[in-house]
């Protein structure tokens, strides 16, 4: 199974900066996706294939990487993007995710 | 727009059984891959099951296999997870999602199974 590590655990920043979230495979994976969940609301789905953003998803928002180190970039944070951010990879199975990186205020 | 509505949560004493169900609306049900993916009190995401189109294709994460039953009725746009055997450390918000190759969404608010006596 693939274990995906995600730093850091929080991230406090303020409105207007930028934000870079890292997610660690334990393994090389061959494709990557990145989900925002606000609290008591089920996840979003915010970039797939590594680095192509989801129907809706404001181009503040970009993936990138390879191999075992992926990044989510928030260029400019929102009001609204304060929330918690998890990784997924699906390209060995179990589909597994991280444990997650809360953006705060 | 693309919606996925789950229920069937609820309390239940370990070693019960409970049927969680989902509606979807806003695409073609019977094309897709479908999962249920579950979240314990304050912890992070683990994927549960998945069925694709027509029920030949079934999957589960260990933890659940022999327990817990996914299946789909396509006439009526709806997805279920039949949960027996409950343990403690099944108590998590369940949420319903569409399985586009691995890749999860739309997510529903998920309902919420309670294992406790």
């Known amino acids: 199974e693939v274990v995906l590590t995600q730093s850091p655990g929080t991230l406090s920043l303020s409105p207007g900066e930028r934000a870079t979230l890292s997610c660690r495979a334990s393994?090389?994976?061959?494709?990557l996706a990145w989900y925002q969940q606000r609290p008591g609301q089920g996840p979003r789905l915010l970039i797939y294939?590594?680095?192509s953003r989801a129907t809706g998803i404001p181009d503040r928002f970009s993936g990138s990487g390879s191999g075992t180190d992926f990044t989510l970039t928030v260029s400019r944070l929102e009001p609204e993007d304060f929330a918690m951010y998890y990784c997924?990879?699906?390209?060995?199975?179990?589909?597994?995710f991280g444990q997650g990186t809360k953006v705060e205020i | 727009e693309l919606q996925v509505v789950e229920s069937g949560g609820g309390l239940v004493q370990p070693g019960g059984s409970l049927r969680l169900s989902c509606v979807a609306s806003?695409?073609?049900?019977?094309?897709?891959?479908m999962a249920w993916v579950r979240q314990a009190p304050g912890k992070g995401l683990e994927w549960v099951a998945n069925?694709?189109?027509?029920?030949?294709?079934?999957y589960y994460v260990d933890s659940v296999k022999g327990r817990f039953t996914i299946s789909r009725d396509n006439a009526k746009n709806s997805l279920f997870l039949q949960m027996n055997s409950l343990r403690d450390e099944d108590t998590a918000i369940y949420y319903c999602?569409?399985?586009?190759?691995?890749?999860?969404?739309?997510w529903g608010q998920g309902t919420l199974v309670t294992v406790s006596s």
């Open positions: 999602a569409r399985d586009s190759r691995g890749v999860f969404g739309p």
């Open positions: 806003g695409f073609v049900y019977s094309s897709h891959w």
């Open positions: 069925i694709n189109q027509d029920g030949s294709q079934i």
């Open positions: 393994q090389s994976v061959l494709n």
């Open positions: 294939g590594t680095s």
């Open positions: 997924q990879q699906y390209g060995s199975p179990p589909r597994t």
